[in-house]
């Protein structure tokens, strides 16, 4: 869905390819570095916080190919370098974002908000409102209000953020 063209944000090259299984170890980097502030405070050892990401991200990787059939998951490039991941869901009437993570390196210089919106293209195009669960504490939630994301619905952890395409009205009929 995003695999082209490529963008161009402040003058380097961002594009998307469909991660392979030789992304995996890349994956759960991205995914260890989305949870470091969240598991900072915790005293355990670092073996053991590792091995609790570890098996954490294999659990959300078996949870998505398992609840979105179809979905693309691609590996976020910015020079041709691995910056990070974007797990969207193709549905009939939305785009669902999945995940999308960078790592710290290449948060908060434009890359995201390019992506979100290359995305809310799509949704345009193609007439459909694009969705994302947020967990309501996540400090990208101001990115996603930014950008015209509003909740739609929310569970004890997760926020639905649902950003809808303008609706163009047709014209009045000739008299």
Known sequence: MLTEPSLCVAGRRLTCRPATAA????LREVYAASRAEELAPLPWPAAAKQAFLDQQAAAQDHSYRHNYPGADF??????????GRLYLHARPSEIRIMD?????????LGFGSALLRRIQELGTAS???VS???????PARRLYERLGFRPAGQTEVYLLLEWLPSVTAPPPPAP
């Open 74 to 83: 691609l590996v976020i490039l910015v020079d041709a370098t691995p910056a």
């Open 127 to 129: 007439g459909r409102a």
């Open 100 to 108: 999308i993570a960078l790592l710290p390196a290449f948060r908060g």
């Open 132 to 138: 994302i669960h947020v967990e309501t504490f996540n």
């Open 23 to 26: 992304d995996t170890a890349f």
